[in-house]
């Protein structure tokens, strides 16, 4: 199974290569498939996806191709695995999260109705300031489908799959629409069954140590990931205000020192020109705390959610074996439909034990992925962070050492 | 000795004799009789020998407001409208200030200690002319070893006294100086805050035009809630910046109430204050601090100098304000920082004890300590953006309006001038009429009206020469401080920000290979 990571260490808010940036890949690089995102269009209300392929598979027509997806045909994609009873025993990767721009819009909005209020040359840097997050926002979301993509790919089972071949190969539009209101009352209610199925799945005791082991564990984790990942949030995000107020302490500075020519003003000058840059800094901070931390941990709420998906669908199973081995004893004590009763059985049995086999894999691996994903993340954190200070505290000391020379 | 004989009378009031009788201060009784090197000379001044300054020696209280100082070869110029570019030669960190006699040549110097007490005294340039300021640059050059005056206060050692519905909180106000006019070097007293408004009355009316002297502590009146520590860290901090500003000003420190307030172990109960509490207090401050929005006079001047000044003044508060209020929202954000990081420390901490891998559980509470570790640091740095930053602006965003203040009541006297002028062409009138109706009877009379209001509006005139001198010297002083106070203090929180960053550093740099660690 190969390693992946989330996020492949490139900075979202610089230029950056255009390769197959969201696959980790330590070992093996697998040139049979390789798939990334090569680029992507923001339209007004959607976001259209060029996806591109390369393979040596006999299963496509060429070795290199591109489609245009958008995020419906991802989660169309992505829901074909789940409801598939093939793919029971795998963890589905995580479907990428719907691409959000509603929060950056209302703000671009703001700034052009609060245009009169504020200098041209704020309005000009909040302007700029804005549509670099929205680009950040961008970047972020074709990363999320590019690792969904990717963990398919890598996938040695799922990789194999025909509506995946036909994702990534058929270039007219999958005519895939958005589930309509009744569908999507349908699904609310199946998920309250499920939900509450589950609940009863999860009390039966499993004779597995492992997988007793298992459930327990992940039930755990996945609260406590949720946790994080809601509170990591919401400390960047006053990190990020934090940032916004010194932008606006550097502008009302430099509009200070444009008052006059002496020496006080010069001063404010100087000053102001720090905190644009310090702001600077402590905007990258927050984005990148974002990308290592909030990221991760979002990404791994989604994957135990997967993962916990997975040990349902095996629990489900487990119980219909022992529903369906106490209907054969019926059956056979009643001496009538024994052979109906022993090919359920039989299907019941077949069906858990080849859950179980892979599932046991899938769950070590996603240990294996968890440990490196978070080392990754966390190794680049540290240094980003550092990096940070320390340009930081070059830029005060230099500062500091003009200001007091001066005066 | 004396100071420079061209020097006006110091700014005492008139019935300072009395006063410094009262004192205790031998210091200022024995001084009239010295002639050496006394930093009192600085303050009294001409007393012994004063060369008649063009201006009437009736300073009433306006001219005591005269805050600079010449040299004893200048002719004294009263006029307030010399150049201020000459200003800019003197802007320096450590203030001079010139003081020469016939008898001896000392300089004295005071210098305000690093950051906090501003207290030096300004050179007296604003009203030389400007061969005079280059033969003074020189002087002071040469006499690099002059005495130097200091003045440090603090108000430190907030204490509760009392019980219950009497308690109050009692100030401790520490001067250290070498200032001869004091009793010690070193000297504490004990003040409650209804003492420092007790000096704020005294003081406030006697020196109407100088910017400095204003309580600023409106958002400190009542409303907070009063025995948080963060309330009375405030309340500390703000009582501590008025004393600075209070003795920075030469006429403020030559004030007796003053240097009372600073020495006097007991001082009488300020009962005025004890009816000024909440909105009392808050119209008294407001009257002074909220200067007139408009000023709709239009003074006919020769020089536009006041008007632009104003205009620069206005813009400069609307700034502030700005400043100030994202500052203000820095903290706030700041704060709110804090408490995330905090709340995501802990959780962290949780997700690495469910955490399987030993190796990632250890890092991941290391990860939570270093959160932890940051939310001191977060803590700091809002400390330092409010207490070095957003409360210097809010002080100057204040005594800006103070300044208004100050142009507000030179329109005032102005205004005065104006009417009394016309009253006087008036009487001149009636004159002219009684003498074509030839009713001699009546014309004694209006002969005297004539003189009566002609000495009047010589008198007016007098006084706003006077005011306009003494108005525009106090506005570029206090430039001067502002620039200074705000240089100190812009120096001092960037070097918060470089300790802030510093620590983050190491940090990081310790979490660093526990994360490298994982496996």
């Known amino acids: 199974m190969m390693q992946e990571g989330l996020d492949d260490g490139p900075d979202f808010l610089s230029e950056e290569d255009r390769g197959p940036r969201a696959v980790n890949v330590d070992l093996q690089t697998d040139a049979t498939l390789q798939v990334d995102i090569s680029d992507a269009l923001s339209e007004r209300d959607k976001v259209k996806f060029t996806v591109h392929t390369k393979s040596t598979l006999p299963n496509f027509k060429q070795n290199e191709f591109s489609v245009v997806r958008q995020h419906e045909e991802f989660i169309w994609l992505h829901d074909s695995f789940v409801e598939s009873e093939e793919y029971a025993g795998y963890i589905i ?41 929205y680009l950040a926002i961008f970047k972020k979301t074709v990363a999320m489908h590019e690792v969904f993509l990717c963990r398919v790919a ?42 509450a199925d589950g609940v009863l799945v999860a009390g039966v005791k499993d004779v ?15 609260n406590r990931v949720k946790d994080s990942s809601a509170k990591s949030d919401r400390m960047i995000r006053s990190h990020k205000s934090a940032a916004d107020d010194i932008n606006r302490i550097a502008s009302t500075l430099y509009t200070l020192g444009t008052q006059d020519s002496t020496d006080l003003c010069k001063f404010f000058l100087k000053v102001s020109e720090l905190f644009e840059k310090t702001r600077k800094i402590e905007a990258r901070v927050a984005a990148d705390e974002d990308l290592k931390l909030a990221d991760l941990l979002k990404y791994y709420l989604r994957e135990s ?49 080849k859950i179980s086999e892979s599932a046991k894999q899938e769950l070590i691996d996603f240990k294996t992925r968890r440990v490196a994903a978070f080392r990754k993340n966390l190794v680049e954190l540290a240094e980003l962070e550092l990096k940070h200070a320390k340009g930081n505290l070059q830029l005060l000391q230099s500062c500091l050492g003009v200001l007091k020379g001066d005066t | 000795m004396s100071g420079g004989c061209g020097r006006n009378p110091p700014p005492f009031p008139d019935d300072e004799d009395q006063e410094r009788a009262e004192l205790d201060t031998q210091v200022l009784d024995s001084d009239e009789d010295d002639e050496d090197d006394e930093g009192e000379d600085i303050f009294t001044g001409a007393r012994s020998k004063a060369i008649t300054p063009t201006s009437a020696p009736d300073e009433g209280d306006i001219f005591s407001e005269e805050g600079s100082y010449v040299r004893s070869d200048v002719h004294h110029t009263t006029n307030g409208l010399h150049s201020d570019e000459e200003l800019d030669l003197f802007t320096e960190a450590t203030v001079e200030l010139t003081l020469t006699n016939t008898t001896s040549q000392g300089r004295r110097e005071i210098i305000g200690p690093t950051v906090s007490a501003c207290n030096t005294t300004h050179v007296p340039n604003s009203i030389l002319k400007p061969s005079i300021v280059t033969k003074t640059m020189e002087e002071l050059k040469e006499e690099e070893s002059g005495d130097q005056f ?19 909180m009692s ?70 910046r008025y004393l600075q500003r209070v003795v920075a000003h030469p006429s403020l420190l030559q004030d007796p109430d003053v240097r009372e307030f600073l020495e006097r172990d007991e001082l009488p109960r300020a009962v005025n204050t004890q009816a000024l509490s909440g909105p009392g207090l808050l119209k008294m401050i407001n009257r002074v601090s909220d200067a007139v929005n408009k000023m709709t006079i239009k003074i006919n001047e020769s020089d536009n100098w006041f008007e632009s000044k104003l205009q620069e003044v206005e813009n400069e508060e609307q700034l502030l304000r700005r400043l100030h209020a994202a500052v203000d929202s820095l903290v706030n954000h700041r704060k709110e920082l804090c408490s995330n990081t905090v709340v995501f420390s802990k959780s962290v901490a949780m997700l690495g004890s469910v955490e399987e891998n030993s190796a990632l559980s250890r890092a991941l509470s290391q990860l939570a300590e270093v959160e932890d570790k940051m939310e001191q ?12 930053l957003a409360e210097l602006l809010a002080d100057y965003v204040r005594l800006l309006g103070a300044v208004r203040c100050c142009f507000e009541q030179r329109m005032k006297v102005w205004q005065r001038l104006q009417e009394a002028q016309s009253t006087l062409q008036k009487k001149r009138e009636a004159e002219a009429k009684l003498l074509w109706a030839n009713k001699p009877e009546k014309l004694q009379q209006a002969k005297d009206d004539i003189n009566e209001w002609e000495s009047k509006v010589s008198q007016y005139e007098r006084d706003f020469e006077r005011v306009t001198c003494t108005v525009r010297k106090e506005v570029l002083r206090f430039e001067k401080e502002k620039a200074r106070d705000f240089k100190q203090h812009i120096v001092k929180y960037l070097e918060s920000l470089l300790h802030t960053q510093h620590r983050l550093v190491k940090c990081w740099e310790a979490f660093l290979p526990e994360a490298k660690a994982i496996a």
């Open chain 1, 93 to 133: 990767p995580p479907a990428p999260p719907r691409p959000d721009f509603d929060a950056s819009r209302e703000k671009l909005q703001k700034l052009g109705e609060g245009e009169g209020s504020m200098t041209k040359e704020e309005f000009t840097k909040m302007k700029q300031e804005l549509e670099a997050e």
């Open chain 2, 150 to 168: 200091e003045l440090n206060i603090a108000v430190t050692n907030p204490e509760k006294i009392g019980d219950g519905m009497n308690a109050y």
């Open chain 2, 377 to 388: 640091l977060h803590q700091q740095q809002a400390f330092s953006d409010f207490f070095i």
């Open chain 2, 171 to 240: 100030y401790k106000v520490s001067t250290q100086t070498t200032l001869p006019m004091f009793l010690n070097k070193t000297f504490s007293v004990r003040r409650r805050f209804s003492d420092f408004l007790g000096l704020y009355e005294k003081i406030s009316a006697k020196h109407s035009l100088v910017v400095g002297k204003e309580f600023l502590m409106l958002t400190l009146v009542g409303k907070e809630d009063s025995s948080s520590a963060e309330f009375v860290e405030k309340r500390r901090a703000a009582l501590e």
């Open chain 1, 305 to 353: 959610q997967a993962a916990k998906d997975l040990l349902y669908r095996r629990g489900r199973a487990l119980v219909d074996y022992e529903n369906a081995n106490k209907a054969l004893d019926k059956a056979r004590a009643k001496n009538k439909d024994v052979l109906q009763a022993e090919t359920t059985q039989q299907v019941c049995c077949q069906k858990f034990e």
């Open chain 1, 154 to 195: 890598a996938h040695p089972v799922l990789r194999k799959d025909l509506n995946f071949h036909v994702f990534l190969e058929y270039n007219q539009d999958l005519s895939v629409r958005g589930k309509n209101k009744k569908e999507k009352l349908e699904d609310f209610f199946k998920n309250v069954v499920k939900s």
């Open chain 1, 208 to 222: 597995d140590d492992f997988f007793e082991h298992e459930k327990t564990f992940l039930l755990e984790y996945h």
